[in-house]
């Protein structure tokens, strides 16, 4: 006895479905059933996922989908490519027209479809058509004597599903709580209508044959349909983009021909060097038929004059000259396979970063040149993370949200859903919470959340551009912002062979823009961004070797100033590429699990003599002193130790870093020491180089990305050396970075530049800086509103400066809360004096009530009423008007309203730490950030920075530590630290032992 499950759900049904592809399909297996029809609700969200996990199960995969609408229902199969593209464009259809009709659409597009349902309305109306391919659907605990009275009056075949989202009784627990989440109600009050059955779930054919012992061909009809749907499906296939109508061949011509003129422009003259590894690049193009890829990017790339073309194919010589990236793949020595091989089978993408605030209008242009109808945006498949699985199922049991926000603050950001439990049970943060029996109940759901599809949000910068129609591959929606959104995310989006171009914002790139174009603005200087040599400045390369790099992209991290002070406290490099490999070999060996690497790669740069674990690697890790730093590295080391292909390497790679999950470590490690042995290598020394591998799983950087991100790091540097101020605010205005304003304006204040308040004729919208003065800009003012701003910015463009506060209301009409805002963010300190603030408070609201009533004159046409003239602000409560409109101090650093206390401790300073190396201290800090981890052990500790007004400075918590005092880590206010300084090449961080706050006076 068997039958096929024709009608499954899984945990990509949004909110409905409960079980992930590999455990539906491993208990069909165990279930004797051999074909197995996905059909989410309303999408093929996870198809390509389930046609790998039921090949890897001996299952043949039926690709379905349940389409749900107000009142009716159905479940499609294709049949073959031409019913799969007919549910494709349905499925479009019916997520992006509002008189989306299921009859409707089925009628006009049903050929290659096998439709069953109960719904008596679409089916009466099919049959009127052709009652080929139509089933009604009969399922236990779904009225079935209904369906099966409906098969009989229409005359069409019943088929038999279980409607299957559950494998077991805990599933419908699960079921029900993500039926409450969607529908934004308590669990009580979930009707039977909102919820499956208890009896909707996965059955063995001896346990489905009971229920119809008076309809046994309902179940040899599964085996019917399943033997005429497709099983074969083959996503492999590439699909690439079509440019400008040309045929294959023509494309290749443009590219070549591009690519040599790119070629002249950089090099000048094609020598023996660039024209092989031209032609080798351009062969393996053309014999994959890329060039309509190349071009198709290369044309977006054009639209702006800065961008980064990043990750790995920055290692192609042909995008170098196209000028779709800019580090120099042959003098850097950037491995090409990295990006395309001969055995490559996925297509490769290209990652091109544009300003943030370009990227729309990239994107804008992409949909004009190709139209909705050939392009589309990648999803991402928005899951439970560990505090929205927490804060949604607490919320759906009752919890208020005081409550829930109370357990949900302490819990780490990065935690997963799967993790919440273990998350919270070995936290020091929850060591003073007693969580009740309720909430204990709340946890184990949460922890149950894990991998759920939520809902589809917009991929960063994922495009997808096809020959023809995209509709015909993949069921799209729109997005939020209009823009249509193909059903899977990028992973799924490259194993369909869909070609995907990341267009991605970038803050950094817009901060440079900013910055040059003030400079030019300001002193006549243009600096060319194609051109521009920053390294060849010695006093650039002096501040990327001491670590002072706050706001400079991609190395201004704690972690990363903290490794370019280690790398270079023996003095900077004095040559400009030396320190450019240096900075690319920083940003990649930055990752979690390489401590100890970073330790020896350190010591190893500062002269400790190293030697390579095996003679046949010193090709592959003699710049990077015999330590594996990059991620091509891993393929380049199983090429070079244990002989394998370059595909096979690049398939390793693909597996450390968890892009190809399906395939086992295991299997890999075998072949490794297999081929390592037939060179005649030990296993210690195997061993000791698989580790190595190891430690790049999850994450890490391949060169190309790394030196394409350091040419902007470095361009970043150059302009906080020389033009300070013009950077810092271009930082600070593009609302970027890694750290708050308030840290980057306590670092102008060390860098010697002023700090000056908005001004209502000086600020504009953003930041200003110039010399050795940095203006905050009316953006930072909270709560402003956006029409005051236009108003404020409009009139003072069209009538000059204004006089004084009358003759600013008299020319603006603002909100009173507005002008308010203004006047606390001090804007009009510079007209009236600070002096005069509660006067002009007390004139605003005066204004604002005789608008009110609808006297025609201004107020101050009315000299006779008699408004208070209150004293003028003391410097506290000036001070706290600061915090409320900007959020933060402005006018001094918040220590030095704590000097006396701070002057009675006598802390030692940030600036002097390195001195005070192995001795027990006390400091004092503000908070600037930090990053929680789990020490080897697994036990929470955290990295923290904090600065006083001298410097910034690093502080440890080891779990000790951080158990104590954990729970006085969210608090803005200043901090006493005592600890001892520990030093390691050259550089001090405190390791903390006991931590206090310092009283208001």
Same mark, same amino acid.
């Given at each position: ?360 209008? !990239?994107?804008?242009?992409?949909? *004009?040149?190709? &139209?909705?109808? +050939? $392009?589309?945006? @990648? =999803?991402?498949? %928005? #899951? ?19 409550? !829930?926000?109370?357990?949900?603050? *302490?819990?780490? &950001?990065?935690? +997963? $859903?799967?993790? @919440? =439990?273990?998350? %919270? #049970? ?576």
């Amino acid at each position: 006895m068997n039958y096929a499950a024709l009608h499954v759900h899984s945990a990509s049904s949004p909110q409905w479905g409960v079980r992930s592809l590999p455990d539906i399909c491993a208990a069909a297996r165990s279930l004797g059933i051999r074909s197995l029809a996905l059909t989410d609700r309303n999408g093929l969200y996870g198809v390509p996922n389930f046609i790998e996990a039921a090949r890897s199960c001996g299952l043949e995969p039926i690709i379905g989908a349940e389409v749900y609408t107000a009142g009716h229902r159905a479940v499609l199969l294709a049949e073959d490519e031409t019913g799969y593209a007919h549910l494709c464009r349905l499925l479009s259809d019916l997520h992006c027209r509002d008189d989306f009709d299921l009859a409707h659409s089925l009628s006009h597009a049903r050929r290659g479809l096998t439709v069953i349902s109960d719904d008596a309305q679409v089916l009466r109306l099919l049959c009127r058509q052709n009652r080929a391919g139509l089933y009604v659907e009969l399922s236990p605990g779904h009225q079935m004597h209904r369906a099966l009275a409906l098969a009989r009056e229409l005359r069409l075949p019943p088929v038999a599903t279980t409607r299957a989202l559950l494998l077991d009784d805990e599933d419908y627990e699960t079921h029900r709580v993500l039926r409450a989440i969607a529908l934004n109600t308590r669990l009580s009050r979930l009707t039977p209508a909102d919820v499956a059955g208890e009896g909707d779930r996965l059955m063995s054919a001896a346990q489905l044959a009971q229920f119809f012992p008076h309809c046994p061909q309902a179940l040899d009809n599964t085996l019917e349909i399943a033997a005429r749907c497709r099983t074969d499906w083959d996503f492999s296939t590439t699909i690439f983009p079509a440019f400008n109508g040309l045929s294959d061949d023509e494309a290749f011509a443009v590219l070549e021909a591009r690519a040599r003129a790119g070629a002249r422009r950089r090099y000048g003259d094609i020598d023996a060097r660039v024209e092989e590894r031209l032609r080798r690049e351009l062969d393996l193009i053309f014999a994959k038929g890329f060039a309509h890829y190349f071009l198709v990017v290369e044309e977006l790339a054009r639209q702006s004059p800065r961008t980064c073309g990043r990750g790995s194919a920055a290692a192609s010589l042909v995008a170098y000259t196209l000028g779709i990236t800019h580090v120099d793949p042959l003098a850097y020595n950037l491995f090409f396979e990295r990006f395309l091989n001969e055995g490559r089978l996925d297509p490769p993408d290209i990652d091109i970063d544009f300003p943030w605030d370009e990227r729309d209008a !990239i994107l804008d242009f992409a949909f *004009r040149r190709y &139209g909705a109808r +050939r $392009a589309a945006m @990648v =999803a991402n498949q %928005i #899951s439970f993370k560990g505090r929205s699985s927490l804060r949604e199922v607490a919320k759906v049991f009752g919890f208020e949200e005081a409550e !829930i926000k109370s357990v949900t603050s *302490r819990l780490s &950001g990065y935690c +997963r $859903a799967g993790d @919440v =439990a273990a998350a %919270i #049970s070995g936290d020091p943060l929850f060591q003073d919470r007693s969580l009740s029996e309720d909430w204990q109940q709340v946890l184990r759901i949460a922890s149950r959340l894990e991998g759920q599809l939520r809902y589809l949000g917009l991929h960063c910068g994922g495009l997808v551009v096809v020959p023809d129609e995209i509709r015909r591959y993949v069921p799209v929606e729109v997005s939020a912002r209009g823009l249509p959104l193909i059903q899977w995310e990028k992973d799924q989006a490259e194993a369909a062979g869909l070609v995907k171009i990341d267009i991605l914002g970038n803050r950094s790139l817009a901060v440079i823009r900013d910055a040059l174009q003030a400079i030019k603005e300001q002193t006549g200087r243009e600096i060319d961004y194609a051109s521009w040599q920053p390294l060849e400045d010695a006093c650039t390369r002096r501040l990327l070797c001491r670590g002072e790099t706050m706001g400079c992209f991609y190395i201004e991290s704690p972690a990363t100033r903290q490794l370019l002070k280690r790398m270079f406290e023996q003095g900077p490099a004095e040559d400009g590429a030396f320190l450019f490999e240096h900075l690319v070999m920083a940003s990649s060996i930055i990752r979690p699990a390489a401590n100890n690497f970073i330790r020896e790669f350190i010591a190893c740069m500062r002269g400790k003599s190293w030697r390579f674990l095996h003679p046949l690697l010193d090709t592959v890790l003699e710049e990077t002193y015999g330590i594996a730093i990059y991620q091509e590295q891993i393929t380049q080391i199983a090429m070079a130790l244990a002989g394998f292909t370059a595909f096979e390497g690049d398939q390793l790679r693909k597996i450390i870093s968890k892009k190809h999950k399906a395939q086992t470590l295991k299997d890999y490690r075998e072949k490794f020491f297999a081929g390592g042995r037939k060179k005649e290598i030990d296993d210690k020394t195997l061993q000791a180089v698989w580790e190595q591998i190891l430690s790049f799983g999850g994450y890490s950087f391949c060169k190309p990305h790394s030196a394409s991100y350091a040419l902007v790091s470095c361009k970043s540097a150059y302009l906080k050396t020389h033009y300070p101020a013009q950077f810092m605010a271009a930082v600070i205005s593009n609302r970027g970075g890694f750290y708050s304003p308030l840290a980057y304006l306590s670092e102008a204040r060390r860098m010697g530049l002023t700090i000056l308040p908005p001004d209502i004729n000086q600020s504009k919208d953003h930041y200003l800086g110039w010399d050795r003065a940095l203006r905050i800009g009316f953006m930072q003012i909270q709560g402003l509103s956006h029409k005051a701003l236009k108003a404020v910015l409009v009139e003072r463009e069209k009538g000059g400066n204004f006089r004084d506060f009358q003759d600013f209301l008299q020319r603006v009409r603002l909100d009173c809360v507005d002008v308010q805002r203004l006047i606390k963010a001090g804007c009009f300190d510079g007209l009236e004096g600070r002096s005069r603030r509660p006067v002009l408070l007390w004139q605003c609201l005066a204004d604002s009530r005789q608008n009110a009533v609808g006297q025609t004159g201004l107020l101050f046409d009315a000299p006779a009423l008699d408004l208070p003239r209150p004293p003028a602000y003391d410097d506290r409560k000036v001070l706290a008007q600061e915090v409320e409109t900007l959020g933060m101090l402005v006018s001094c650093h918040p220590l030095r309203l704590y000097r006396r206390q701070i002057e009675r401790l006598k802390p030692v300073p940030a600036r002097s730490l390195e001195k005070w190396a192995g001795r027990y201290i006390t400091m004092i800090g503000w908070w600037v950030t930090g990053k929680r981890v789990r020490d080897k052990n697994g036990r929470p500790m955290e990295f923290v920075s904090f600065e006083d007004t001298t410097a910034i400075f690093d502080a440890t918590f080891f779990p000790a530590a951080y158990g104590r005092f954990c729970r006085k880590l969210s608090r803005l206010r200043p901090y006493v630290l005592k600890g001892r300084v520990e030093e390691e090449f050259g550089v001090a961080t405190l390791r903390v032992e006991w931590v206090d706050f310092l009283e208001d006076e």
